[in-house]
């Protein structure tokens, strides 16, 4: 771990597994791809998302790589796959992007979860799992979340988890022929 002159991280060292009673959240690799594929196939996720689903076992390949793998490698952000404990299968994803380290300390947190896994209290574990991780030991002062409105469960996580709702991005995303809104939230260190 490498931190600036604040203490404040600027890069990981060794990949962080984190666990809580119920989950592990670790490292995604390439033999991930299968479940990349599936998962952000499922039509919620890709609506909510509003990113297309790979086409094929190749395209979720780059797409790991890209949006799972690399950013750990080039200290951009990190994303772990999640898993409950006992099993094999990951239930879904949940990462940090958009890491500014300078400036500004904060990070945008993103998540998803496979549909059978939704409801069951497993994204509040994981997510203050991250948080967590991001306040103590990244030393952010700020973690953004931003959600499409419709996205009820994902609103009601954030407030849950003490997340303050900052505005409304109107229009903000272009997507299959419409502009979409973003909710976005944020929550402090201090908070």
Known sequence: MKTDETGRMVEFGEFPELET??????????????????????????????FDAPQNI???RQELL????????????IRWGIV???ETEL?????????????GYHARVGYDLVA???????????????LRCGFETMRLNKVEACTDPRN???????????????GV?????????????EVVFSLLASE
């Open 169 to 181: 991005l109107r229009e903000n995303t272009y997507y299959h022929g419409r502009f979409i809104d």
């Open 116 to 130: 059978a896994y939704r409801r069951r209290g497993i994204m509040t574990d994981a997510l203050m799992a991250v």
């Open 58 to 60: 190749d395209k979720a």
């Open 21 to 50: 009673k119920r989950l592990v959240l670790r490292r995604m690799t390439l033999a991930d791809a299968g479940f990349y594929l599936r998962h952000f196939s499922d039509p919620d996720i890709v609506e909510l998302t509003a």
């Open 91 to 103: 239930a879904g994803t949940i990462g940090y992007h958009q890491w500014v380290k300078a400036g």
């Open 152 to 166: 009820v469960a994902s609103i009601r996580l954030l407030e849950k988890l003490g997340f303050h709702q900052d």
């Open 84 to 86: 409950l404990k006992g």
């Open 66 to 77: 890209e949006f799972c793998i690399k950013p750990f490698e080039e200290s951009k952000g």
